[in-house]
Nanobody, 119 residues
Framework: QVQLVESGGGLVQAGGSLRVSCAAS????????MAWFRQAPGKEREFVAR????????SYSDSVKGRFTISRDNAKNTVYLQMNSLKPEDTAVYYC????????????WGQGTQVTVSS
């Protein structure tokens, strides 16, 4: 049974930092591309960042580039999202997701963790 469990969300003031984590189980973690998406109230879910399975190649949305950093620890089956210089518009539920390296869609999703940035 595949599980992705996010943690580390919370309330932070604008300009602050927060790190969210996602622990994976039930998959061979090092074979999976990991990503973070987010969904703000009344908006569609949007891509935030992605990290490839072995090369650690990363990709970011324009809205977070330069402020957020995605990383992974294959020994701990965990992916992280370090968020710096947070803005109120970063407020959303952040979801961890996994895609097998040669698949075209994300197969597994976590339950999400709330990040709220106050102005």
């Amino acid at each position: 049974q595949v599980q992705l469990v996010e943690s580390g969300g919370g309330l932070v003031q604008a300009g602050g930092s927060l790190r969210v984590s996602c622990a994976a189980s039930g998959i061979t973690f090092s074979d999976y591309v990991m990503a973070w998406f987010r969904q703000a109230p009344g908006k569609e879910r949007e891509f935030v960042a992605r990290i490839k399975q072995r090369t650690d190649s990363t990709s970011y949305s324009d809205s977070v580039k330069g402020r957020f950093t995605i990383s992974r620890d294959n020994a701990k089956n965990t992916v992280y999202l370090q968020m710096n210089s947070l803005k109120p518009e970063d407020t959303a539920v952040y979801y961890c997701t996994a895609r097998y390296f040669d698949a075209t869609t994300y197969d597994y999703w976590g339950q999400g963790t709330q990040v709220t940035v106050s102005s």
